[in-house]
T-cell receptor
Framework: DVKVTQSSRYLVKRTGEKVFLECVQDMDHENMFWYRQDPGLGLRLIYFSYDVKMKEKGDIPEGYSVSREKKERFSLILESASTNQTSMYLC???????????????FGPGTRLTVT | GESVGLHLPTLSVQEGDNSIINCAYSNSASDYFIWYKQESGKGPQFIIDIRSNMDKRQGQRVTVLLNKTVKHLSLQIAATQPGDSAVYFCAESIYNAGNMLTFGGGTRLMVKP
């Protein structure tokens, strides 16, 4: 089974703090994604990465950055946390496309971040 | 921009009844669709997927129906059980464009005993 882990389940930070959210997967998947989930808005893509040291902006990258130094690890960084970044953050991973018949994304359990 | 949406934000059903969760999509270029289930405190889990060359696909107790004419997707759950209580998301993608998914807002399914 694919296992996607996130460093924290719950996190409380103050406005202006730098925040690191870590995601690790054990299936050697090429693609990794960071989403935020807010009531009524579903999952919105922040950033994604197709390979080590590669990153692409998603739909809502403002206020965030990412780092992919190793294939199994994808970090989401909030340079200066703000209250509107209070949300559930979900990491996902999937293998490279092509011969795969499915683009199923495997999700971690989520990190609920509160910025006060 | 293009988006995926849901008609009903909350659906309440009696245990043992069948459930139908609906989803409307607006991107006519989308050709791949997935349903996810998210239980409280967990990340979304894959339920079933369907490509646009099909209009129906069945899994264990679940069926996905795709109507490309009206851009409508539905998830049918047979003999709904308390363990089916969760939020269900549909997601759309363009299959050959990579692994990008656009998610809908979600529908909460509540199963009454």
């Amino acid at each position: 089974d694919v296992k996607v882990t996130q460093s924290s389940r719950y996190l409380v930070k103050r406005t202006g703090e730098k925040v690191f959210l870590e995601c690790v997967q054990d299936m050697d998947h090429e693609n990794m994604f960071w989403y935020r989930q807010d009531p009524g808005l579903g999952l919105r893509l922040i950033y994604f990465s197709y390979d080590v040291k590669m990153k692409e902006k998603g739909d809502i990258p403002e206020g965030y950055s990412v780092s992919r130094e190793k294939k199994e690890r994808f970090s989401l960084i909030l340079e200066s946390a703000s209250t509107n970044q209070t949300s559930m953050y979900l990491c996902a991973t999937t293998a490279q496309g092509g011969v795969r018949s499915s683009y199923e994304q495997y999700f971690g359990p989520g990190t609920r971040l509160t910025v006060t | 921009g293009e988006s995926v949406g849901l008609h009903l934000p909350t659906l309440s059903v009696q245990e043992g009844d069948n459930s139908i969760i609906n989803c409307a999509y607006s991107n006519s270029a989308s050709d791949y669709f997935i349903w996810y289930k998210q239980e409280s405190g967990k990340g979304p889990q894959f339920i079933i997927d369907i490509r646009s060359n099909m209009d129906k696909r069945q899994g264990q107790r679940v069926t996905v129906l795709l109507n490309k004419t009206v851009k409508h997707l539905s998830l049918q759950i047979a003999a709904t059980q308390p363990g089916d209580s969760a939020v269900y998301f549909c997601a759309e993608s363009i299959y050959n464009a990579g692994n990008m998914l656009t998610f809908g807002g979600g529908t909460r399914l509540m199963v009454k005993p």
